[in-house]
């Protein structure tokens, strides 16, 4: 499920990814959480706000509901470590980059 970015406001549509990935985390077992990043995600969708530019944003929803639908519709069985790296990389490497040029994060990373 993609946002309809010109239907709703960026605030809106940032309501409705919080939500949606709420939804979705509370899906995925305990002990295969971990390696779906929430707390990454959590930290993007909190300071979103704070970066300035308004088509960077529209940018960065557009890559974490990406996420979020690989999240809802191809969550593997699977899901370990190595998968995990995968997922960080090809989805949320690139928001880190942003957040770390934009605000100054720091990519931590928690052995697994």
């Known amino acids: 499920m993609y946002l309809e970015t010109s239907a709703f406001s960026f605030n809106e549509q940032l309501e409705v990814l919080a939500k949606r990935f709420d939804e979705t985390f509370a899906s995925i077992p305990p002990n295969k959480l971990r390696y779906c990043n929430p707390k990454s995600v959590q930290n993007f969708l909190l300071h979103l706000p704070k970066i300035k530019g308004r088509s960077e944003k529209q940018e960065i929803i557009d890559k974490l509901s990406f ?3 690989i ?6 069985e699977e899901l370990n470590a190595r998968v995990a790296k995968h997922f960080f990389q090809d989805h949320l490497l690139a928001i880190s980059n942003t957040f770390d040029w934009r605000l100054g994060f720091t990519l931590f990373f928690q052995s697994m």
Do not use: A, G
């Open 67 to 69: 996420y979020c639908t």
């Open 71 to 76: 999240l809802e519709h191809q969550y593997p």
